[in-house]
């Protein structure tokens, strides 16, 4: 389910949590993409380098900006079991709704171009959702409110 962000949080934090969800994105596209062939077995490895590029900005943002950096884990729990395209198709779904959760969470924490990336990942996820829905031929293929907590 997706987080909402605390009011208390400044802007570091909230992309820091914004961070750790890119890792668990990364960590669950490896898991993915083992379950897929050919078209979506890529477009799984297209998800994963553009949350790839995402964590290594912000990587490189939080930690010029003096701020903490979260470390990765070595793995992550999911939700269920993995097991065959039908479940990895819903955890690619789930991933991404969870980040753009991390990702919604972060806008009222930022301004500027801080918020402008976080909206840009928002629109990211949702639209990898969408993609993702209608691989898996799941309706409706979009959501009213990406990232919204349900």
């Not at 962000?5 to 960590?27: F, V």
């Not at 753009?100 to 639209?127: E, I, M, V, Y």
């Amino acid at each position: 389910m997706p987080r909402t962000a605390p009011t208390s949080i400044g802007p570091a934090q909230a992309l820091a949590e914004a961070l750790t969800a890119e890792y668990a994105a990364i960590w669950a596209y490896g898991v993915i993409g083992v379950h897929l062939a050919e078209g979506a077995r890529q477009a799984a490895r297209s998800a994963e380098a553009a949350h790839r590029t995402r964590r290594d900005a912000l990587i490189l943002q939080l930690s010029g900006g003096g701020g903490q950096v979260p470390a990765d884990r070595a793995g992550y729990a999911l939700p269920y079991p993995v097991t065959d395209r039908t479940s990895a198709l819903k955890l690619a779904v789930e991933i991404e709704e969870r980040t753009a959760g991390h990702w919604r969470a972060a806008l009222p924490h930022t301004t500027g171009a801080d918020r402008n990336r976080a909206l840009a990942a928002l629109t990211d996820c949702a639209l990898r959702a969408t993609r993702w829905r209608r691989t898996a031929g799941v309706t409706p293929i979009t959501v009213p409110f990406p990232g919204r907590p349900v």
